[in-house]
């Protein structure tokens, strides 16, 4: 599974756009990107994959660049609900599935 | 069910004791994962069983921690001899068949071990 880097926390404000960076410089051919969400006392959820360009649902879109090191999950008009953990994985799905840190979201009023 | 079940979601246990957690994967979901997270801490990955291969014990602390699945549906995860820092939640989690990108793994709700 590719080694993934991002921020250990960031902080916003609820109304506004937050986009949160992934760093995945050795990512393979046939890899996958996932975004997953964690909220306290539950287990993460999923929130969106891609393999490249753009990808977007009803909670978020992800932006992946041409050379696919990097990506950017974009969470438009965030509100309170939002504050959570969020994970970024590269992988393909057929081995032990390694979560790093995650990027500690916290919105304020 | 149409998401992963866990059982129980709360165990208090006596130091000392056996636990056994149980994980229900989603219907057709041929690979299974535990995790264990402690308060405030990332996931930690415990054993991954894919299909009918021998399963992936890499993570597992101890050997006082042992996992199986019958029939390539439910697993049970064991801690003999209960200590008090395997108190955390444990995470089960399925997904499709390995060996293709574009799959999702989805997560139970868990089960909250508090070793006293």
């Known amino acids: 599974l590719a080694k993934t880097t991002q921020p250990i926390s960031m902080d916003s404000y609820e109304g506004q756009e937050v986009n949160i960076t992934c760093s995945h410089n050795?990512?393979?051919?046939?890899?996958?990107i996932t975004w997953y969400q964690q909220f306290p006392s539950q287990g993460p959820r999923f929130i969106i994959q891609?393999?490249?360009t753009k990808v977007t649902n009803e909670v978020a879109s992800l932006f992946i660049p041409a050379d696919r090191k990097s990506s950017t999950l974009s969470l438009p008009r965030v509100s309170l609900s939002d504050t959570a953990v969020y994970y970024c994985?590269?992988?393909?799905?057929?081995?032990?599935?390694?979560f790093g840190s995650g990027t500690r979201l916290s919105i304020r009023p | 069910g149409a998401g992963v079940s866990q059982s129980p979601s709360n165990k208090v246990t006596e130091k000392g004791k056996d636990v056994e957690l149980r994980c229900d994967p989603i219907?057709?979901?041929?690979?299974l994962y535990w995790y264990r997270q402690s308060l405030g801490q990332g996931l930690e990955f415990l054993i991954y069983?894919?299909?009918?291969?021998?399963?992936?014990k890499s993570g597992l602390p101890s050997d006082r921690f042992s996992a199986e699945r019958t029939g390539g549906s439910v697993s049970t995860l064991t801690i003999q001899r209960t200590q008090q820092e395997d108190s955390a939640v444990y995470l089960c989690?399925?997904?499709?068949?390995?060996?293709?990108?574009?799959?999702?793994?989805?997560f139970g709700e868990g089960s909250w071990l508090t070793v006293v």
């Open positions: 989690a399925s997904s499709l068949a390995g060996g293709l990108s574009g799959n999702t793994i989805y």
């Open positions: 050795n990512i393979a051919t046939n890899d996958y």
């Open positions: 891609g393999y490249k």
């Open positions: 994985l590269v992988g393909v799905w057929a081995s032990k599935i390694i």
């Open positions: 219907s057709g979901h041929t690979a």
């Open positions: 069983f894919q299909g009918n291969s021998a399963p992936d």
